[in-house]
């Protein structure tokens, strides 16, 4: 989804298609450190953005959480270890949101990595995590390349990941509640109390944030990527009821998780870079599903 996004982004800002490398894993397991390690060196990009990852919402984390410390751990690894190797001079590494306290006083600055414990249900996704934006500070503190992170909040947008049980949250109500219209289903089950907050930010405006970074000259080490603003997962789904025309009953599961209770970002050091966000969280959901009907009708919904 956002590796989809840059290429948006890139092309909409003029940049020649043949000038982007975009290997599918087929052509390239980031898994492999030899083969990483050939193809950066091969290729010499001015530039490598990690937007590979495993990901997936709460459900996913807590059934393959060795996948999602070993996929995310090795990514990072030969990413960053073999873009040294290849003297890539700027690499931007994606990290995510998970990799602050549970209880991390709100909303999280990016000083309050490392100062108490992970939120469980999502502890090896983001130990990976933490572990690339390390690397990215190390590695530019001991050999002086410009090796920086981005973390982004909750992202959703084209191209994103509509598995019944695997997606995040705001992918996994949209196709709930389509599917519930189509049905005319009386109700809809959400997963939790609904009282959690998160914070939503269209993947196009990530993209945006992303590219922006990569002009400044001395970025931080690490910086948050949202809007900065919050809902509550009941309010996040009565929107998407809207969205899609959904009229029926929200039933709350009390059976299901919640994970932390708020996560929202402190957005003030890249604002200070002088980026903001542009797209609201109801115009970017109608797009959402526009694109969803889309994926949907061409038969090409990830799932
Ligand atoms: N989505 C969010 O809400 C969110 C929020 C915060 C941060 N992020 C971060 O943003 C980045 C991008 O996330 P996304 O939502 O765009 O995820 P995504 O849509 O699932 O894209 C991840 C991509 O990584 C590829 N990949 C995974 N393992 C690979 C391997 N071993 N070799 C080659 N390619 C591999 C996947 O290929 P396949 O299609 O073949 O699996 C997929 O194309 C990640 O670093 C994620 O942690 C995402």
Redesign the pocket.
Known sequence: ???AALVRALQARGHPARGLLTP??TE????DPAATRDYLVAQQPDLVII?????GGIHANNTYPAEFIH?NLV?ALNLIHGSYLAKVKRVLF?G??CIYPRLAPQPMTEDCLLTSPLEPTNEPYALA?IAGLKLCQYYRKQYGVLFHSGM????YGP?D?YHPTNS?VLPALLRRFHEAREANASEVILWGSGTPRREFLHVDDCADALLHLCTLDNPPDWVNIGTGQDVTIREAAELVAETVGYRGRIVQDLSQPDGSPRKLMDVSRLRATGWQPSISLRDGLRATYQSFLSEKAAGKLRE
């Open positions: 989804m956002v590796g599918a894993r390239l397991n980031l898994a937007a590979a990852a495993r990901v996929d990514i994606l995510s949101s995590k982004p909040t909750n992202l191209r990941n995040h």
